[in-house]
């Protein structure tokens, strides 16, 4: 099992799943929602736990995708996408140890013009 929580912890989740392998999107949505790159993994909403589910608040910020915030430390947790059996979960949210890793850069054409992506790994744009 995996745990983790937002940064003042009125947000816990808890994945009964092991964790695929994250993308890091460079997208400028992900990015001013993130403050940089938004690192996530996918996994089945039916192996997600949400504590505290009250203090979240959901932005549409398309017509396909809410973001799932705190409201009280205003926390970047959730990518979700609307009617799929799967929720993006923040890699940065979760407690050590994850056993997984990047494995891909995704809408890297869009990526802010202040770094350079250099780790080697896949780069779809």
Known sequence: ???GSCLCQAVSF?????LPPPDACHCSQCRKQSGHVFVSTDVPRSAVTIHGAE???WYHSSEKVMRGFCKTCGSSLFWDAIHKDWIGIAMGAFEKP???KIHINVHVASKGDYYEITDGLPQMD
Request: contains cysteine.
């Open 55 to 57: 203090n979240l608040t």
């Open 98 to 100: 994850t056993n997984t």
């Open 14 to 18: 808890e994945v009964t799943c092991s």
């Open 1 to 3: 099992m995996h745990k």
